[in-house]
């Protein structure tokens, strides 16, 4: 029986739903830790990072394929019984909202610091729910859509990147392993957590229509994410002195500041305005499986109750508190921890486990 | 009942836009287009900003003002005081520093506001004014278009021509960053109107170091970017007779093309920079007769010996006085970092002491309609 078939996705929206997940707050502040920790030769780290991440994201897809009709909520209790399971399924959806919330008020403190410094937060939040709402509410495969479109639109911004091209300072990439092989793997923990949000496949395999090409659509999410941030940071490498940019809290968004046209002087505003839309492929899909994950465990189908009631949560604690600058840091970095937990270690551990519990689904005893 | 509540909830969210306060009126903005730094003779910081005015019954077309206050976020307030709109930072063309203002250290320290406020334009281009600033900003004549359109256009065509450098306020922050480079900003001065007199350099700390002529930009742009905008030079053609004549012998030439290659190595405690430039060149004036068909070959070992020339006594002006405009540093980080890394921090001193070579070949490709 095929449980998720009203849902199903197709191939590319599986693609773009992982590689929206996965590409989101990293690319603004990426190069900024690369040059702090590695320097200059931090490129190098993302290809690293790249390969253990695709790696794990193997594993993954390896493991869920042993129940492809199956999400993370279902193999969970099937495999530990039904409340131990419950209870490691509600650490996921803590997990969820953790991620939703870290980037939902990351794009409100973005909004409230390079747009509009005078609005109060709450009412960037109201804006930002409207159309969260909208997309959720029909599902994962409206979501799939909409990820698959903000990615065809975003394809203009390596373009306008490239008319920078004249600003950059390629001698700035040289010596290449300036300090050896040594800082390049103490970079690789902060660019494996570039690419967290290929998790993600725990909930959208069973919703993946041609199961055949699972491993090959993680695999280009990764590479995709990867070929992002690596010209992201190269560039970044290149325009701004290996001396100067860590004095810069966000120096992708500096960069699109740079770029000056005839008709047009503030790209970057238009930049920031478009780059929200890759931030929501990366929330919406962890506020999406919040809802989705406590609805199952009440054992209902329908999530929108549950996404009326977390929306409206956010809502009043955006009137009581916003996280501060430092605050939004913890979060970030909070994030960071656990995701290297439940994107990295969990996947590994749930492919020995399917290997050595072999229980079978009741559906395929009877 | 459910259409109703979703249309009713759309609406209330609606109606909270205009809840947005960072809402702005054109009519209600004055926005900023040049924006001065200065100190006084009892060094009192002096700021000073220059808008247009957007208005049919006003006779003058832009307004001047200038305060007195601690940074540039408190003299915005000032402003405010004075001008009709709220003064907005987000246009600013040029940047100006008094030249007074230059000789204290650390006046870089001003600008935080324009890097931390995402809302400054940080194309605005530098620009060192060899005087007091309140000259520039009440300069308006009325063959002149604003003042600040007017400097902007100068700077900017000035640059096209390599006369002056094009420093916007990024490219000085990375310039007073980067340890392998000092900055260079655009020069102005007033003799009888208000001219670009080419580049001044200023040291690490940002500092005025010393200034170089229109000519001598050239060199150090063609050294620095490579080809932009056009180069055009002129030399004089050796004469034995040369110094009493009123019309002297003079070759004016334009760069076609130009490509360089350094070569860094480090021997015996110091650097050795050694710098190929090819230039294909093409004559625009020569006011003296010469046997082109004849002679190129000559002429074009003359022309690679004028430039050397240029070129050392450039180097030696910038190395006595420790600085490095040319960004020699950056080659030697990438080629000679364990080196590098030992001076780093004081990159300037041991680029006083480095033996620059530069060794030019000139190719002639074109002579113009004459012979």
Request: with cysteine; net charge positive.
């Given at each position: 029986?095929?449980?998720?078939?009203?849902?199903?996705?197709?191939?590319?929206?599986?693609?773009?739903?992982?590689?929206?997940?996965?590409?989101?707050?990293?690319?603004?502040?990426?190069?900024?830790?690369?040059?702090?920790?590695?320097?200059?030769?931090?490129?190098?780290?993302?290809?690293?990072?790249?390969?253990?991440?695709?790696?794990?994201?193997?594993?993954?897809?390896?493991?869920?394929?042993?129940?492809?009709?199956?999400?993370?909520?279902?193999?969970?209790?099937?495999?530990?019984?039904?409340?131990?399971?419950?209870?490691?399924?509600?650490?996921?959806?803590?997990?969820?909202?953790?991620?939703?919330?870290?980037?939902?008020?990351?794009?409100?403190?973005?909004?409230?610091?390079?747009?509009?410094?005078?609005?109060?937060?709450?009412?960037?939040?109201?804006?930002?729910?409207?159309?969260?709402?909208?997309?959720?509410?029909?599902?994962?495969?409206?979501?799939?859509?909409?990820?698959?479109?903000?990615?065809?639109?975003?394809?203009?911004?390596?373009?306008?990147?490239?008319?920078?091209?004249?600003?950059?300072?390629?001698?700035?990439?040289?010596?290449?392993?300036?300090?050896?092989?040594?800082?390049?793997?103490?970079?690789?923990?902060?660019?494996?957590?570039?690419?967290?949000?290929?998790?993600?496949?725990?909930?959208?395999?069973?919703?993946?229509?041609?199961?055949?090409?699972?491993?090959?659509?993680?695999?280009?999410?990764?590479?995709?994410?990867?070929?992002?941030?690596?010209?992201?940071?190269?560039?970044?490498?290149?325009?701004?002195?290996?001396?100067?940019?860590?004095?810069?809290?966000?120096?992708?968004?500096?960069?699109?500041?740079?770029?000056?046209?005839?008709?047009?002087?503030?790209?970057?505003?238009?930049?920031?305005?478009?780059?929200?839309?890759?931030?929501?492929?990366?929330?919406?899909?962890?506020?999406?499986?919040?809802?989705?994950?406590?609805?199952?465990?009440?054992?209902?189908?329908?999530?929108?109750?549950?996404?009326?009631?977390?929306?409206?949560?956010?809502?009043?604690?955006?009137?009581?508190?916003?996280?501060?600058?430092?605050?939004?840091?913890?979060?970030?970095?909070?994030?960071?921890?656990?995701?290297?937990?439940?994107?990295?270690?969990?996947?590994?551990?749930?492919?020995?486990?399917?290997?050595?519990?072999?229980?079978?689904?009741?559906?395929?005893?009877? | 009942?459910?259409?109703?509540?979703?249309?009713?909830?759309?609406?209330?969210?609606?109606?909270?836009?205009?809840?947005?306060?960072?809402?702005?009126?054109?009519?209600?903005?004055?926005?900023?287009?040049?924006?001065g730094?200065d100190?006084?003779?009892?060094?009192?910081?002096?700021?000073y900003?220059?808008?247009?005015?957007?208005?049919?019954?006003?006779?003058?077309?832009?307004?001047e003002?200038g305060?007195?206050?601690?940074?540039?976020?408190?003299?915005?307030?000032?402003?405010?005081?004075?001008?009709?709109?709220?003064?907005?930072?987000?246009?600013?063309?040029?940047?100006v520093?008094g030249r007074?203002?230059?000789?204290?250290?650390?006046?870089?320290?001003?600008?935080?506001?324009?890097?931390?406020?995402?809302?400054?334009?940080?194309?605005?281009?530098?620009?060192?004014y060899d005087g007091p600033v309140h000259e520039l900003f009440h300069m308006q004549?009325?063959?002149?278009?604003?003042v600040?359109?007017?400097?902007?256009?100068?700077?900017?065509?000035?640059?096209?021509?390599?006369?002056?450098?094009?420093?916007?306020?990024?490219?000085?922050?990375?310039?007073?960053?980067?340890?392998?480079?000092?900055?260079?900003?655009?020069?102005l001065n007033k003799v009888?109107e208000v001219?670009?007199?080419?580049?001044?350099?200023?040291?690490?700390?940002?500092?005025?170091?010393?200034?170089?002529?229109?000519?001598?930009?050239?060199?150090?742009?063609?050294?620095?970017?490579?080809?932009?905008?056009?180069?055009?030079?002129?030399?004089?053609?050796?004469?034995?007779?040369?110094?009493?004549?009123?019309?002297?012998?003079?070759?004016?030439?334009?760069?076609?093309?130009?490509?360089?290659?350094?070569?860094?190595?480090?021997?015996?405690?110091?650097?050795?920079?050694?710098?190929?430039?090819?230039?294909?060149?093409?004559?625009?004036?020569?006011?003296?007769?010469?046997?082109?068909?004849?002679?190129?070959?000559?002429?074009?070992?003359?022309?690679?010996?004028?430039?050397?020339?240029?070129?050392?006594?450039?180097?030696?002006?910038?190395?006595?006085?420790?600085?490095?405009?040319?960004?020699?540093?950056?080659?030697?980080?990438?080629?000679?970092?364990?080196?590098?890394?030992?001076?780093?921090?004081?990159?300037?001193?041991?680029?006083?002491?480095?033996?620059?070579?530069?060794?030019?070949?000139?190719?002639?490709?074109?002579?113009?309609?004459?012979?």
């Amino acid at each position: 029986m095929k449980k998720y078939a009203y849902n199903e996705i197709t191939v590319m929206q599986y693609i773009f739903l992982i590689h929206g997940a996965q590409v989101g707050i990293g690319v603004l502040t990426l190069p900024r830790d690369l040059a702090n920790i590695v320097g200059t030769d931090g490129w190098m780290s993302i290809i690293l990072g790249w390969a253990v991440s695709v790696m794990v994201s193997l594993i993954l897809t390896k493991a869920m394929s042993r129940y492809p009709e199956m999400t993370i909520i279902e193999i969970l209790q099937l495999l530990l019984g039904k409340w131990l399971g419950k209870a490691v399924v509600f650490l996921i959806v803590l997990y969820c909202i953790l991620a939703s919330m870290t980037v939902f008020t990351y794009a409100v403190a973005l909004i409230n610091n390079w747009l509009l410094p005078q609005t109060p937060a709450y009412i960037v939040v109201l804006l930002f729910i409207i159309p969260a709402h909208q997309v959720i509410q029909s599902g994962v495969r409206v979501l799939g859509r909409y990820s698959e479109l903000v990615f065809y639109f975003t394809l203009w911004m390596p373009l306008v990147l490239l008319t920078m091209w004249r600003n950059m300072h390629w001698l700035h990439l040289l010596p290449v392993l300036r300090e050896g092989w040594a800082p390049i793997f103490q970079g690789v923990p902060s660019t494996i957590l570039s690419f967290v949000g290929f998790e993600l496949s725990f909930f959208l395999y069973p919703f993946l229509q041609k199961k055949q090409y699972a491993a090959l659509g993680i695999v280009t999410a990764n590479t995709l994410s990867m070929l992002v941030y690596l010209s992201v940071t190269l560039f970044c490498f290149g325009f701004y002195s290996p001396d100067e940019i860590t004095q810069f809290t966000w120096p992708t968004l500096g960069l699109w500041k740079i770029v000056e046209f005839r008709f047009l002087e503030r790209v970057d505003i238009l930049f920031l305005a478009s780059y929200m839309f890759i931030l929501s492929t990366t929330g919406l899909p962890y506020m999406l499986f919040t809802v989705f994950t406590t609805s199952q465990l009440l054992g209902k189908q329908d999530h929108r109750k549950h996404l009326y009631i977390f929306l409206f949560l956010i809502i009043v604690v955006s009137f009581i508190y916003m996280p501060s600058f430092s605050d939004m840091q913890k979060l970030v970095k909070l994030w960071g921890k656990v995701g290297l937990v439940v994107a990295y270690a969990f996947p590994v551990v749930l492919a020995a486990a399917v290997m050595f519990i072999r229980k079978k689904p009741k559906e395929q005893e009877a | 009942m459910r259409k109703v509540l979703n249309i009713g909830l759309a609406l209330f969210l609606l109606l909270s836009l205009p809840g947005c306060m960072d809402r702005i009126d054109l009519e209600d903005a004055t926005l900023t287009l040049m924006i001065g730094l200065d100190v006084n003779e009892k060094n009192e910081l002096l700021f000073y900003a220059s808008s247009p005015v957007f208005s049919r019954e006003a006779q003058v077309k832009s307004e001047e003002n200038g305060v007195k206050a601690h940074s540039l976020r408190e003299s915005r307030q000032r402003f405010d005081e004075m001008v009709s709109g709220v003064t907005l930072s987000g246009k600013v063309q040029l940047f100006v520093v008094g030249r007074r203002l230059l000789q204290t250290t650390d006046w870089f320290q001003l600008m935080d506001v324009v890097y931390r406020d995402a809302r400054f334009s940080v194309n605005a281009r530098m620009i060192a004014y060899d005087g007091p600033v309140h000259e520039l900003f009440h300069m308006q004549t009325k063959a002149k278009p604003r003042v600040a359109l007017h400097l902007l256009k100068l700077v900017d065509t000035a640059n096209r021509r390599n006369i002056t450098v094009k420093t916007s306020v990024q490219e000085l922050h990375r310039q007073i960053y980067e340890k392998g480079l000092t900055p260079s900003i655009t020069k102005l001065n007033k003799v009888k109107e208000v001219q670009v007199e080419g580049t001044a350099l200023l040291t690490e700390k940002g500092g005025f170091a010393t200034a170089l002529t229109g000519r001598e930009t050239a060199f150090l742009q063609m050294l620095l970017q490579g080809k932009r905008g056009e180069i055009s030079i002129s030399l004089p053609y050796p004469d034995s007779d040369g110094a009493e004549k009123t019309i002297q012998r003079r070759i004016s030439f334009f760069v076609k093309g130009l490509s360089k290659k350094v070569k860094t190595s480090f021997v015996d405690g110091r650097f050795h920079f050694n710098v190929d430039m090819k230039l294909r060149v093409s004559i625009s004036e020569r006011i003296f007769p010469f046997d082109m068909d004849e002679d190129y070959k000559k002429m074009g070992t003359v022309l690679e010996k004028e430039i050397q020339a240029e070129y050392q006594d450039l180097l030696l002006k910038c190395q006595k006085l420790k600085i490095d405009p040319f960004g020699f540093g950056l080659h030697a980080r990438a080629y000679e970092y364990d080196e590098w890394k030992k001076v780093q921090n004081e990159w300037t001193q041991a680029f006083s002491q480095a033996k620059v070579n530069i060794v030019t070949h000139v190719d002639i490709k074109g002579n113009g309609n004459i012979k």
